[in-house]
């Protein structure tokens, strides 16, 4: 006498080559039995995550701004061969400029569990 399945409804998926070989690699990692188990915990608590990398050209654009602004004053000690105070508190300036801009950058990040 045969059990009657709980799950009668199939899904079919095509992979490219690497797209499977991930797969199985994934699948292998979480210890679980089989591509159906894994598949069907992915439904039931994984997360897709949509992220917005638009922001990441402003990014970008504002560091690489920085970076000019830090390498014109590294060319001016390198000429005068002084560093002069307000050039190492411009720097700082920058520096802090650029934590934040890195921070708020990463606070768009969604968190994951790892």
Known sequence: ?????????PIQVYLSENEKYVLDEKIKESKMRNISEYIR???????????????LKEYNYQIA????????????????????????????????????????MLSKVPLQKL
Not at 41 to 55: A, C, K, P, Q, S
């Open 65 to 104: 701004a920085l970076g000019r602004n830090i390498n014109m004053i590294r060319e001016r000690i390198m000429k005068t061969g002084n560093a002069y105070e307000e050039d190492l508190n411009e720097i700082k300036e920058l520096m802090d400029k650029i934590w934040h801009t890195h921070e708020s």
């Open 41 to 55: 915990h992915l439904i039931l608590y994984g997360y897709v995550y949509d992220i917005d990398y638009n922001g």
């Open 1 to 9: 006498m045969s059990k009657e399945r709980d799950r009668k409804i």
